[in-house]
């Protein structure tokens, strides 16, 4: 698929990868972006092309509703999460119910309402922006890889019950981009830039996944071994 001449929908477009995405997608072409954020009036785009849209994951109404507005959309990214920091055990279950409220939940709500439009429009495609911590844990994260790792699998499966309609369902997988939401992390970080970059040149090819950066790339390898040796060699890199 190329980007050029489609209306693409992107969530949590407000800043990050999202922002990028948005971007990226102009840069190539697009006829229209939905750039969708909780709230609409965070986002300050100029683009004449861009449509500003409210979208708030964790609420069905919403997700209906812009559904019901974006009724054009052709390409569906789904960016938008959250990363709490939770402890699964020692962490407050309510913040590790938001993650996977935000992470699975929500993005599958906003798959099963956008399926029929894009249905109604030829197929298109749908982007689901992961982790490299869908495969793997690290100190800090449990539930935030807890919820990737769901929304990760979700992703496959929505991609085989699409199929027939003509959707291509693709996974993005990355470790740290240098937005916001790494903040506090002290390891590498990649331009969040190459995210849609990827994304955008994987959906050209008809990438079902595409792996952004050399450190999924060395996780994903990981899973053929023995965990025992990959979470050795992950203290020694993470400390």
Same mark, same amino acid.
């Given at each position: ?17 999202g ?6 997608a102009l ?12 709230r ?11 449509a ?12 209906v509703?812009?559904?019901a507005?974006?009724?054009d ?24 119910r ?10 599958? =709500? /906003?798959i &099963?309402?956008?399926?029929?439009? !894009? %249905?109604a ?6 982007v689901?922006v992961? @982790? +490299? ?46 937005t ?13 830039? =190459? /995210?849609? &970059?990827?994304?955008?040149?994987? !959906? %050209? ?10 450190? @999924? +790339?060395?996780?994903k ?15 020694e890199?993470?400390?």
């Open positions: 698929m190329d980007i050029t001449g489609q209306t693409v929908l992107v969530t949590g477009a407000n800043r990050g990868i922002r990028q995405f948005v971007l990226e840069e190539r072409g697009a006829a229209k972006v939905w750039a969708t954020a909780r609409p009036e965070t986002l300050d785009f100029t683009d004449p092309r861009i500003p849209l409210q979208l708030d994951l964790t609420d069905h109404a919403s997700v509703a812009a559904a507005a974006a009724h959309v052709t390409v569906l990214v789904d960016n938008a999460g959250i990363a709490t920091g939770a402890s699964l055990i020692t962490g407050d279950l309510v913040d590790a938001r993650e996977m409220d935000t992470h699975y939940w929500g993005t599958l =709500d /906003v &099963r309402e956008f399926a029929p439009v !894009l %249905a429009n030829g197929g298109g495609a749908i689901n992961l @982790s +490299a911590l869908s495969w793997f844990a690290a100190p800090g994260s449990g539930a935030y890889a807890a919820a990737k790792a769901a929304e990760w699998n979700m992703t496959n499966a929505v991609r085989l019950e699409l199929a027939a309609q003509g959707t291509l369902v693709q996974g993005v997988m990355l470790g740290a981009a240098d916001d939401i790494t903040a506090n992390y002290d390891g590498p970080k990649i331009d969040p830039r =190459d /995210v849609p &970059r990827s994304s955008f040149d994987g !959906l %050209a090819a008809g990438a079902i996944e595409v792996v952004v950066d050399d450190w @999924s +790339a060395m996780v390898a990981s899973l053929a071994g023995d965990p025992a040796e990959f979470y050795t060699k992950m203290r890199l993470l400390g």
